[in-house]
């Protein structure tokens, strides 16, 4: 069997220039007008740069923000649930002509990630977006705040990206483009490929959910965000090095790759849900891992809600399906992990795992129950937390699900 299709059923889109026209649009972009993005915007250039949201060549315009929003479809009928727009600052957009060309700057270390040509200026409603994607306009809301915070003018178009933004300079072979992961699969004999999409070093549960999934699949790609992430969340080279170390120690040979990807994440609960399976399409994943309260933050979602919202799309809108998993936990009568669907026990006899009650205990430097966590994975975090000096340790609340 092949692989699924990558999303809207053409050929990956990279939009990476490569060779003699880098170079040239390298030069020609040195004297355009400049446009400093923002991180997430980063992310999402990277992204488009390697193939990662294919069909997509630029930046939404206001028809795509607007049917993106209401009804999760660009102008063009293409299924996508979170708008990719490009803001910047009014003084800004009117220096800029539509039709005319700019240089996007990486807003850490000034350089050209791409370049531009603007085929629309246009404003939004921004408590609009905040209710339709992240269903809330609560600024407490990292998603929410970052829309509400962001330029007064968005720009659309096409983009042509020159630079992957540090990201292989500093992940190296972590960084897979979708091409490299098709490869990988080929290469593994492997057609029914799940994700397991992780902002968090892996505990016990984690690691249930993915082996769970190697039992039905051929394999599994842990895919972790190297992205920004909200002050507290692991970094990615350490998460890197957990998950790394639970592989080598727990995981047959040749059954799960561990790789990454360079966005922010935006906290958008189901309809972030929905992206990871858009964009793993694109890696060639058949399935898409969704556990409890998948993308979610705080209690803003139901801890089921990114189960239910795959069973409203239309046919045919993604080929990557959801693999539907309850809720994990260590139930002490049972003697190992299991689920609300395969543990008849109560709440008394269970241990509920969340990678933010880790992080909480792992910051206040107290015990972690061995149930929790494998102890190799333990150590790489605790050294983590060892390093930190006092100014960079932040307080870890537990809050909606994770505080159960």
């Known amino acids: 069997m092949a692989l699924v299709n990558p999303h809207g059923g053409g050929s990956l889109r990279p939009l990476l220039l490569e060779g003699e026209a880098l170079i040239a649009e390298l030069a020609r972009a040195s004297s355009l007008p400049k446009v400093k993005v923002g991180s997430r915007e980063k992310g999402d250039i990277v992204?488009?740069?390697?193939?990662?949201?294919?069909?997509?060549?630029?930046?939404?315009?206001?028809?795509?923000?607007?049917?993106?929003c209401d009804g999760m479809k660009m102008a063009s009928g293409l299924f996508w649930p979170i708008p990719i727009t490009l803001s910047t600052d009014q003084a800004t957009a009117d220096g800029i002509k539509v039709a005319g060309?700019?240089?996007?700057?990486?807003?850490?270390?000034g350089s050209i990630l791409a370049t531009m040509k603007v085929t629309e200026k246009y404003s939004i409603d921004k408590a609009h977006e905040c209710a339709t994607v992240f269903k809330t306009t609560d600024l407490e809301h990292p998603g929410v705040k970052m829309v509400m915070e962001q330029g007064e003018v968005n720009l659309a178009g096409p983009i042509k990206v020159l630079s992957l933004g540090g990201f292989p300079e500093t992940y190296g072979e972590l960084l897979m483009s979708p091409k490299q992961t098709r490869a990988l699969f080929e290469s593994y004999?492997?057609?029914?490929?799940?994700?397991f999409q992780t902002r968090n070093p892996m505990h016990r549960s984690h690691e249930y959910l993915a082996k769970v999934a190697i039992e039905t699949c051929d394999g599994v790609l842990i895919h972790s965000l190297l992205g920004n992430l909200k002050p507290g969340d692991i970094p990615a080279d350490v998460?890197?090095?957990?998950?790394?170390?639970?592989?080598?120690n727990y995981f047959v040979k040749k059954t799960v790759i561990q790789a990454g990807?360079?966005?922010?994440?935006?906290?958008?609960?189901?309809?972030?849900?929905?992206?990871?399976?858009?964009?793993?399409?694109?890696y060639g994943c058949s399935h898409l891992i969704v556990g409890r309260d998948h993308a979610g933050v705080g209690s803003y979602y139901g801890p089921f809600d990114a189960h239910h919202i795959f069973d409203e799309l239309p046919r045919g809108a993604l080929e990557t399906q959801a693999l539907k998993i309850d809720w994990t936990f260590w139930c002490y009568k049972c003697g190992g992990m299991a689920s609300a669907r395969t543990c008849p026990h109560g709440e008394?006899?269970?241990?509920?795992?969340?990678?933010?009650?880790?992080?909480?205990?792992l910051s206040e430097g107290?015990?972690?129950?061995?149930?929790?966590s494998r102890p190799e994975v333990l150590e790489v975090l605790r050294a983590y937390y060892a390093s930190l000096a006092e100014h960079e340790k932040v307080e870890v609340k537990l809050s909606g699900h994770s505080a159960r």
């Open 47 to 68: 992204m488009m740069g390697q193939g990662g949201f294919t069909p997509l060549d630029g930046f939404m315009s206001h028809a795509d923000w607007q049917g993106v």
């Open 101 to 109: 060309d700019v240089a996007l700057i990486d807003p850490d270390d």
């Open 189 to 195: 004999g492997w057609s029914k490929v799940a994700a």
């Open 239 to 248: 998460r890197s090095e957990a998950i790394g170390t639970l592989i080598e």
């Open 261 to 282: 990807y360079p966005l922010d994440m935006r906290y958008a609960g189901p309809r972030e849900a929905l992206l990871h399976a858009l964009f793993r399409q694109n």
């Open 348 to 361: 008394a006899d269970r241990l509920l795992l969340s990678g933010t009650k880790l992080r909480k205990m």
């Open 366 to 372: 107290g015990d972690v129950p061995a149930e929790f």
